[in-house]
């Protein structure tokens, strides 16, 4: 970012604020943008081409079939069949196909007969010596595992892992904030900082404008909900005063809701083990991440923290301070549970509460977040962080990046763009939350 411009004594630019130290001596409270600072310090910035983008990811290459709305026969012998095997639980079996049982017996594949696109019927044999009976009832879930075909065999059927997407799209946030020529030299408008050597004042109007500019930015990747494919439909969903449409991307919580994984603690409040069990279950069957980062609100994560604390100090790790002379154990922020790491962050985001009222489930809920990276087939094929951000490139950038525009008007800007005795400051970045695989991310709900 631009290292600062003066107009005599004035820290005119507020890109400034821009750089860590700076921007944590003068905004010391009230930060809303830890979402955003949290995806500045993992660079999951990328620049994109279009107003729209679509992510590849992987579905798991293994996927149980749920024979609900199907109908069972033979139940009990060694050879059952399972008749209208409805929508996605459909077209995943295939001559050969090795399954497991609910009662933990195998069975192969033996036919497969396609009557729709979302309509088999497949029969299975048993495969134990002795073909012991196979036991299944509609409901239940059946594994496919392996693939096991006969001597001479004819080709097998093909087996296809279609890509699943998500359409993302662009928003634009912009935000606009000024100073007049006498107010900035206001105790109550203004402050005074070193910079290069030199004693500069700013304007508290700019820091606001960016603080404001960053919450939005984050609220936004956070909470948004998707509207139209494009800004070519004739009839957008909202329109703005221009006649434009307005376009929204998919924030993190909705993307959680409907494509990750989602848990409720059985008695909200109260965790226990049994709820970590079932956590750990929900991730193993979507083949999630080996490690995880929980956030939410310090009320969420206190209420795991005190949890954790009680339970002793197995495979936790602990904020400690020193208190007259002792060691204190103040909060657990990692666990380890069912081979998997969790490390818990409380975000100023989620405390907002003129943001998220008291009695919303986003402040009662840990999100998770998975480690690593994954590997897409759009953009080059090459490997992504589960979670990023695409911006588009801002045509005239000003006194910012293509990323983040600052653009400067006014009597008093550096540049002078009119008479008028004030400095206006524009902020935009158009931009979109970018998620790969996005059924490893899920959502604890902690608190009632």
Known sequence: MPQGTFTGNYAGVPSLLYQPDIRKELIKRYQDDDFVNFLDKTGAWTKKTDDKFVTAFDSPLNIVVDT???????SGTATVTVTNLQGANANQLIVGKMVM??????????????TTLANDTVTIRSTAAGNPNLTLVAGGI???????QEEGSLQPAPEIWPLTTLTQLIGIFRKTGGITDVARARNNGSFRLEIGGKEAMGSWQAVRTLMSHRADIGYGL?????????????????VGAQGFGVQFGRGLVPTIRDFGWNYSLTTLGTPTLADLEGITNLITAVRGADEYMLVGSRAAVARMSSFFKNLGSAGLTSVRMMVNGREVDLTVE???FGGRTFRMAAWNTFDNQQVLLTSNA????????????AHVYSGGGKDVPYMGVGYLPVIHPGDGTEKQAEVHLGALAVNPTSGTAREDWVYETMCALDIANPYMFGSIRVLA
């Open 334 to 336: 990692e666990f380890t």
């Open 362 to 373: 986003v402040s009662k809920t840990l999100y998770a977040i998975p480690y690593g990276t």
């Open 222 to 238: 956070l909470m948004d909900e998707i509207t139209d494919p494009n800004f070519t439909n004739t009839t957008p969903t909202v």
């Open 101 to 114: 049982f609910p009662n933990g017996l195998q069975g192969r594949v033996q036919t497969v007969t396609t």
């Open 68 to 74: 609900t709305g199907a109908t069972v026969t033979n």
């Open 142 to 148: 059946l594994v496919p595992y392996s693939n096991h």
